[in-house]
Every structure is written in C-alpha cells, then in structure tokens.
Nanobody, 114 residues
Framework: QVQLVESGGGLVQSGGSLRLTCKGS????????RGWYRQAPGKQREYVAV??????TTYADAVKGRFTLSRDDGFAVSLQMDNLKPEDTGVYFC?????????WGQGTQVTVSS
C-alpha cells in the first residue's frame, strides 16, 4: 500500500521560508507526475508545482520565482518556499500519479503571518 506523509509545515512571518518534504512508502511501478497542491480555508484545492516524467516542472503563477520543487529518493518530493506571503497560508498536500491512480498525503498546515 502506498502512503505519502508530508512534514515541514508551520507558522512563519511574511518574507520567511519553509521547506516541505513528502516521504513515500510502498511501491509504485512508474510515476507520471509528482507535485504539491494547497487548499486555503473556504477555497478549492489548487495546484502549486508539478513535475512530469517529461522532465518539466511547472509552477502556479502565484508562486513562480519563490517556490522550488525538487525530487528526492524514491518517489519523495520537496518544496522549498521562500519569501512567503500571507496568501500562501493553507494546507499543503503532496501528490503522486501513476497512470490513472493518484496518491495524496494527509497534508501539512502552513500559516504565514503578516
């Protein structure tokens, strides 16, 4: 059974940095995509950054130049977040897709104070 566990969230002041890490366990034969999504209170979950097996990494416009996704061992993935803003507040989820199957972590809270 595949499990994803996020860590690294917390409370930070505007302009600060956090590094989120997503560790995976289990076995996935092939990975099409891995990335990060977030959900602010009262809003729908939105994409933040995604790597695809074509080698491309894309970022939402709101985080370009401030966030950096990196792939770790296995199917783990990290997100370095710099120059954080209050609007970055939310629960951050890691996601891995293999074929038509998607795996999600339980999420980690990020709160940015102004």
């Amino acid at each position: 059974q595949v499990q994803l566990v996020e860590s690294g969230g917390g409370l930070v002041q505007s302009g600060g940095s956090l590094r989120l890490t997503c560790k995976g366990s289990g076995r996935i034969v092939s990975i099409n995509k891995r990335g990060w999504y977030r959900q602010a209170p009262g809003k729908q979950r939105e994409y933040v950054a995604v790597w695809t097996n074509s080698g491309a990494t894309t970022y939402a416009d709101a985080v370009k130049g401030r966030f950096t996704l990196s792939r770790d061992d296995g199917f783990a993935v990290s997100l370095q977040m710099d120059n954080l803003k209050p609007e970055d507040t939310g629960v951050y989820f890691c996601n891995v897709r293999s074929g038509w199957t998607e795996y999600w972590g339980q999420g980690t809270q990020v709160t940015v104070s102004s």
